[in-house]
């Protein structure tokens, strides 16, 4: 089966700062997609960033990129000099190719403060 | 880029009623679309795999009868809540891939409240 954990159900950061969001997943199958999503109040799911499986560095997105230790199974969100803006839920998901389905972790919800 | 379009955006039902939400791949035809729901301040839950011409593949505890999905053509699929409860109130929003392995492609969701 597989599984998305994210551990932090809210976080704070300064606005400027860096912060990091966790995600750990579990599954036996080789070859599957990590994603990230930023999802503000209107609801819309905004896609960030991408990592595969068999891809060899680290993704990076403008501010995002996605600290990827394959044999920790992590995935982890980094947001370098945080805006108001980033003020959201993000959700860390997986998708499996066997399957195609899109599995989301519970989401941490980021707070920017001046 | 791809764009998926889901109406309503909001709605409001009284208790018994049936309601049905559209999922449309504007740009591009949809071999598969998926239905998630999405409690206040919680997950996105998958609800249903669906593609074109067959039926929908539900999650386990997922009542079929009651979530209705029909995948008509390559860019619409509708999934009808019948007989609606205030527990069915919820955001559901749909995503929808062009061909296997490639982007998913969110709509901007639809909040329903049942009376």
């Known amino acids: 089966a597989q599984k998305i954990t994210q551990t932090q159900p809210g976080m704070f950061v300064q606005e400027k700062e860096a912060v990091t969001l966790d995600c750990t997943y579990d599954?036996?199958?080789?070859?599957?997609?990590l994603f990230w999503y930023k999802q503000p109040s209107s609801g819309e799911m905004i896609f960030l960033i991408y990592?595969?499986?068999?891809?060899?560095q680290n993704a990076t997105e403008g501010r995002y990129s996605l600290n990827f230790q394959k044999a920790r199974k992590s995935a982890n969100l980094v947001i370098s000099a945080s805006q108001l803006g980033d003020s959201a839920m993000y959700f860390c998901?997986?998708?499996?190719?066997?399957?195609?389905?899109?599995?989301f972790g519970t989401g941490t919800r980021l707070q920017v403060f001046p | 880029g791809a764009v998926v379009s889901q109406h309503p955006s909001r709605v409001i039902c009284k208790s018994g009623t049936s309601v049905k939400i559209e999922c449309r791949s504007l740009?591009?035809?949809?071999?598969?679309m998926f239905w998630y729901r999405q409690f206040p301040k919680k997950s996105l839950m998958l609800m249903a795999t669906?593609?074109?011409?067959?039926?929908?593949?539900?999650e386990q505890g997922v009542e079929k009868d009651k979530f209705l999905i029909n995948h008509a053509s390559l860019t619409l699929s509708t999934l009808t809540v019948t007989s609606a409860h205030p527990e069915d109130s919820s955001f559901y929003i749909c995503?929808?891939?062009?061909?296997?392995?490639?982007?998913?492609?969110f709509g901007n969701g639809t909040r329903l409240t049942v009376t």
């Open positions: 669906s593609n074109e011409g067959s039926k929908a593949t539900y």
């Open positions: 990592q595969g499986s068999y891809d060899q």
């Open positions: 740009d591009f035809q949809a071999t598969t």
């Open positions: 995503s929808a891939v062009k061909e296997p392995r490639s982007p998913l492609h």
């Open positions: 998901a997986m998708r499996v190719y066997n399957t195609d389905k899109l599995i």
């Open positions: 599954t036996s199958d080789p070859s599957y997609g």
